[in-house]
T-cell receptor, first 116, second 119 residues
Framework: DAGVTQSPTHLIKTRGQQVTLRCSPKSGHDTVSWYQQALGQGPQFIFQYYEEEERQRGNFPDRFSGHQFPNYSSELNVNALLLGDSALYLC???????????????FGPGTRLTVT | AQKVTQAQTEISVVEKEDVTLDCVYETRDTTYYLFWYKQPPSGELVFLIRRNSFDEQNEISGRYSWNFQKSTSSFNFTITASQVVDSAVYFCALSEAQGSGGGADGLTFGKGTHLIIQP
């Protein structure tokens, strides 16, 4: 049973560039959430995708956008990169069942983004 | 707005000692979910436990136990007879329910407690 996978593992970009990170959810999961974890901090929620739509968004600017595909995989796009965007980007998947609230989110290994 | 506070930035104990990690949360919702995650040096967050707001029963899993008290908005985590392999950063997190359609909000994490178990 495959867990959550993310690619690439590491990425180095220059300020002002654009980046795309990818995530495949755990088998059987239909919901993908993205988090940003700065060094020494807890993860911060960016947004959540379900049924190919953004369902909820954290306090992140529009430079952060995403997409979910019919196979439930997801992409996180960040435009106009800033030095402060350097962080570990974590993807988490979960299962949304009608009438049943909240299932635990399973995290991938993350993508380490460095902006220079 | 929801908030999670882990006041202990770092804890260092000698192997076999018991250790408790504190977590205090704030939420306006009556239905919410509390979680603990472990983040070893490899970086991947490992799910440990989920607790629903309507279930205050404490839970024990091997050397791990959790004490949920709504009256004090706390969800503390105790490791009994700690081992070197328990060394990691531990995060407490909170999410609120997204209405009747199922699913839950994104997680709000505390800043984490770095647990060091010395041999």
């Amino acid at each position: 049973d495959a867990g959550v996978t993310q690619s690439p593992t590491h990425l180095i970009k220059t300020r002002g560039q654009q980046v795309t990170l990818r995530c495949s959810p755990k088998s059987g999961h239909d919901t993908v959430s993205w988090y940003q974890q700065a060094l020494g901090q807890g993860p911060q929620f960016i947004f959540q995708y379900y049924e190919e739509e953004e369902r909820q968004r954290g306090n992140f600017p529009d430079r952060f956008s995403g997409h979910q595909f019919p196979n439930y995989s997801s992409e996180l796009n960040v435009n106009a990169l800033l030095l402060g965007d350097s962080a570990l980007y974590l993807c988490a998947s979960s299962l949304r069942l009608a009438g049943v609230h909240s299932y635990e989110q399973y995290f991938g290994p993350g993508t380490r983004l460095t902006v220079t | 707005a929801q908030k999670v506070t882990q006041a202990q930035t770092e804890i260092s104990v000698v192997e076999k000692e018991d250790v408790t990690l504190d977590c205090v949360y704030e939420t306006r919702d009556t239905t919410y979910y509390l979680f603990w995650y472990k983040q070893p040096p490899s970086g991947e967050l490992v799910f440990l436990i989920r607790r629903n707001s309507f279930d205050e029963q404490n839970e024990i899993s091997g050397r791990y136990s959790w004490n949920f008290q709504k009256s004090t908005s706390s969800f503390n985590f105790t490791i009994t007879a700690s081992q070197v392999v328990d060394s990691a950063v531990y995060f407490c997190a909170l999410s609120e329910a997204q209405g009747s359609g199922g699913g839950a909000d994104g997680l709000t994490f505390g800043k984490g407690t770095h647990l060091i178990i010395q041999p």
